[in-house]
């Protein structure tokens, strides 16, 4: 995986939240910056000012300890802790001082040095003890002035924290709502072009906002405008092309039924009457697509039971699982039809292939809720299709070299199950069965989009 494939799959998936997440980033980046400058630039003033402090101080000490009485300067001493937190010690040899840890604390010893002399120490450990530490002379005496370490700290007021943090909150918000007012078109179009490959007709897209998202916005409408006329005008020129067939194939039915006596002769010439009639309505159906019907609550299980009774009128041997009560919203003449479409599939072809045991059955129907998902399956003991082959027959107009029993047609069939499973957001899965026989499966969200 190379670094911008790693990327990638860390950022989030939808433009506004990436979007987000690089102009949060660089808010954040920007005000770490300006309080890494402001630190930095404020570390000399702060140095000279702490040095200065610790200077006076130390002098202060220095000089009330010279002037007092030899017998005041005990009480001297305890005053100057009690009052001020300050204790002065008489340095030793062997006191344990501390390196400064820090370049910040150094510099401050630097600057005690010019203003002290250089003799002059600065620590904030002494003897183990964590303190702010000066050493200064009396005579050739040296002496500790200890300060509590909190005099180092610079304590940011929590007023100011609070209005940093309500600033960079107020600005992140700002952001979402930016990249939301950009992203919200894209949503939409997104949305719409999902529409259209599922077949469906989406409202226009709002041509507002910025003049890119405009020009967007209209090129769309525009190209749906004009797929919409395609598939009106094809399926006013399909309609009046199988008027036009349709009549005169009905006038040659009842001319070959009334007038060729020889049954031999007349079975086979009906029977390629209906498979062009059927071919025109399978034209018929694929430029029909949903036929602009709407989606209504729909009882599945009724729509598949009445189904099976009246194929088993027709004397079909099919088989009707007990179907589950699911009701969902479908557009029902258009799933209807994609069922028949699937169980005509399965009867042309539910010949059992060489070396498959059947049970006499040649169609199985079957209703299921597998999850957040319905799913209607139709299958058969036909020899199956080859693997390679599977998602190339889903297309319009594509048929095998040779059917699997020999069957003709215009090859729409599929295609017209997959445009419909498409309509209600789902799919059509085609696969052989380990026993024998292929499975059609039209599979849709229990509540769809």
Known sequence: MTAG?????????????????????????FAFTGIALLRSFDREPHARQLAQMLASVANLARSALISARPE????????????????????????????LPRPFLRRVGELLVQQLGPQTRLTVELNGEEALCVSFHIDEDEYWLVLPRERLERFIPAGLIGWGLAALLLSLIGAWLIVWHLARPLQRLAHAAAQIGRGQRPLPLPEQGVSEMVA??????????????????????LAGVSHDLRTPLTRLRLDIEFNVADEALRAPMIADIEEMDRTIGQFLDFARGDGGETMRETDLAGM???????????GVALRLAPPPAIVCRVRPQALRRAVVNLIEN??????????????????????????????????DRGPGIPPEEIERLKLPFTRREQARTGAGGAGLGLAIVERIAQAHGGRLV???????????RIEWPLRPG
Do not use: C, K
């Not at 001297?76 to 501390?98: F, H, K, M, N, T």
């Open 5 to 29: 494939q790693r990327i990638d799959s860390i950022l989030p998936r939808s433009l506004l939240a990436r979007t987000f997440v690089l102009i949060a980033g660089l808010m954040l980046l």
């Open 72 to 99: 005041a300067r005990f009480a001297l001493l305890q005053e100057l802790s009690e009052r001020e937190g300050l204790r002065i010690y008489p340095a030793e040899a062997d006191d344990r001082v501390a390196p």
């Open 216 to 237: 967007l916005a209209r090129a769309f409408n525009r190209m749906n405008a004009d797929l919409a006329r395609l598939d009106e005008d094809r399926a006013l020129i």
């Open 304 to 314: 598949l039971t009445d189904l099976a009774g009246q194929f088993r009128q027709r």
């Open 346 to 379: 399965a009867l042309r072809h539910a010949r059992p292939a060489a070396g498959v045991e059947g049970d006499g059955v040649p169609v199985e129907l079957t209703l299921a809720a597998e999850g957040a998902m319905v799913v209607i399956e139709v299958a």
């Open 430 to 440: 085609l696969a052989n069965r380990v026993d024998g026989g292929l499975s059609a």
